[in-house]
């Protein structure tokens, strides 16, 4: 049995619901999506579990009740008292989608204010996975103290997945999220970036070049996704690229790299081969922009093709 335990924030999401200035509230996050791609794609006899924070008012059980219903573990989701979830609203002016956030008072934000929750979250588990924006949502001193907690995981024997998910606007600015980030790599055995970010961000020339910088900062196995393009992985004994099927009817291309986390991890616990879960990675985010919204049906063999 495999037990997987996904670190970060889950929000209450408003979309647009047809009429004018009509909502219908749901629940996302990068690490949430992740985490709920891997519980549709993994055997029953594997836990994933989510680690968060959230309140004690009706929206926080509202959360806890989606994030249960989808057969995530919640036992260590911690509740209190002093603040609630974070929000963000979906805005359509002209078909294009604009973003407005309410989170920074969000209890997620304190979930490392003291190491003991994920200590006994990660107690007994095989895997921890958290992206960037788990990094951006904390203060400093706990980022470091996650850190710290993930850094004797590994002692242990436990593996750290990272994806990146560089995003400028959650940092005071870049500086502080480029050296987050690579110091979090330096706690990393797999890290999952995709190459339009680190390119932006880290001034990437090739994924050849964002490969390297995480090969050199200590990350054992480096998969850079590149939207349509080739998917590249190298670890220490190979480096090998994987061509997406090309999709030409994207619809909605939220989720694409959370999902292909997903497929890619489900499919490298099986066995460990890098091709195929990058194939399986692949297979799984081309379902998802094939579809509206984040989190929807997918499968491992490609219905398309049954
Ligand atoms: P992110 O959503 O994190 O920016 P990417 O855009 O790199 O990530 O996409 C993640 C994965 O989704 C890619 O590696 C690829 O497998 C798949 N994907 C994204 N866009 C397309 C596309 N147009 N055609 C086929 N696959 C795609």
Redesign the pocket.
Known sequence: MTRIVAIGEAMVELAPAGGPDMYRAGFAGDTLNTAWYLRKLMPASDQIAYFTAVGRDAMSDKMLGFINAAGLATDHIDRRDDSSVGLYMISLTDGERSFTYWRGQSAARRMLDSDAPLRAALQGADVAYLSGITLAILPEPDRARLLDVLRDFRSAGGKVVFDP?LRPRLWPDTTAMTRAVMRAASVTDIVLP????EAGWFGDLTPYATASRYRDAGVDIVVV????DQ?LVATPDLSCTVA????AD?VD?TA??DS?NAGFLARYFQDGNLEQACMA??RI??QV?QQIGALVEVSMTDPKRR
Do not use: Q, R, W
């Open positions: 998910n995709s190459f339009e970010d996704k590149n939207g349509p998917i997406p099927t090309l999709i994207v291309t694409a790299g292909f990675g692949a985010a081309g922009i």
